[in-house]
């Protein structure tokens, strides 16, 4: 069984539309995160949630909008794709904030290319 | 803010030879975490090694070893017995104890091995 699966793992789209991205753990974790790869391989982080709360919002525009319906799930929603949106999008999580001493789990990667 | 950096792009070894990766960070934190991910083509990001800030001892995963010196807050990894499977991006990774824990990546080093 995957720990942290996101769907779809590819996703071609044209400039102006609308996109999600789901990401779920079956670790029991109370943490996650959404982590941006740019075409130069750089890694940021874009959010966080711990327990369906934001305790991490990076400058990321306002066209990106995470959702967790549940500590299980991590969705990113962008509005308006613009080409520079293109890259490779990672969910993780960890057990939680209060347990410092635990490792993030990634999933595969979304690789969202805008044209 | 922390930041990380790795100063290697690329980097090249022969097989089963030894090969070192270096990464240095800037923090005012005494204790946190640093990590090493290695990315094969695959995208999947595969954590290889942890080292905590507070053991001096330097940890070691089989043929990965890390040189961790705090007062210079430098973290380099040595690859021994270097394989074929070891061709990836590898990213150094800083993880603080405060707030949302999140990781924060250096700019990755492109290792190839030649047969």
């Known amino acids: 069984d995957t720990a942290v699966s996101q769907t779809p793992k590819y996703l071609v789209t044209q400039m102006g539309n609308d996109k999600s991205i789901k990401c779920e753990q079956n670790l029991g974790h109370d943490t996650m995160y959404w982590y941006k790869q740019d075409s130069k391989k750089f890694l940021k982080i874009m959010f966080s949630?711990?327990?369906?709360?934001?305790?991490i919002n990076e400058t990321v525009p306002n066209r990106f909008s995470p959702k967790s319906p549940d500590k299980a799930h991590l969705n990113l929603h962008i509005n308006s794709l613009e080409l520079g949106d293109s890259a490779v999008y990672f969910c993780?999580?960890?057990?939680?904030?209060?347990?410092?001493?635990?490792?993030?789990?990634f999933g595969q990667g979304t690789r969202l290319t805008v044209v | 803010a922390q930041t990380v950096t790795q100063s290697q792009p690329e980097m090249s070894v022969q097989e089963a030879e030894t090969v070192t990766l270096s990464c240095t960070y800037d923090t005012s934190e005494s204790d946190y975490y640093l990590f090493w991910y290695k990315q094969p083509p695959s995208r999947q990001m595969i954590l290889v090694i942890r080292?905590?800030?507070?053991?001096?001892q330097n940890a070691t995963e089989n043929r990965f070893s890390v040189n961790f010196q705090k007062a210079a807050k430098s973290f380099s990894l040595k690859i021994s017995d270097s394989q074929l499977g070891d061709a990836a991006m590898y990213f150094c990774?800083?993880?603080?104890?405060?707030?949302?824990?999140?990781?924060?990546f250096g700019q990755g080093t492109r290792l190839t091995i030649n047969p």
């Open positions: 949630y711990n327990n369906k709360e934001l305790i």
């Open positions: 990774a800083y993880r603080s104890l405060q707030g949302a824990q999140k990781l924060v």
């Open positions: 993780a999580s960890r057990r939680g904030v209060d347990w410092q001493y635990t490792e993030a789990f």
């Open positions: 080292q905590e800030a507070y053991k001096q």
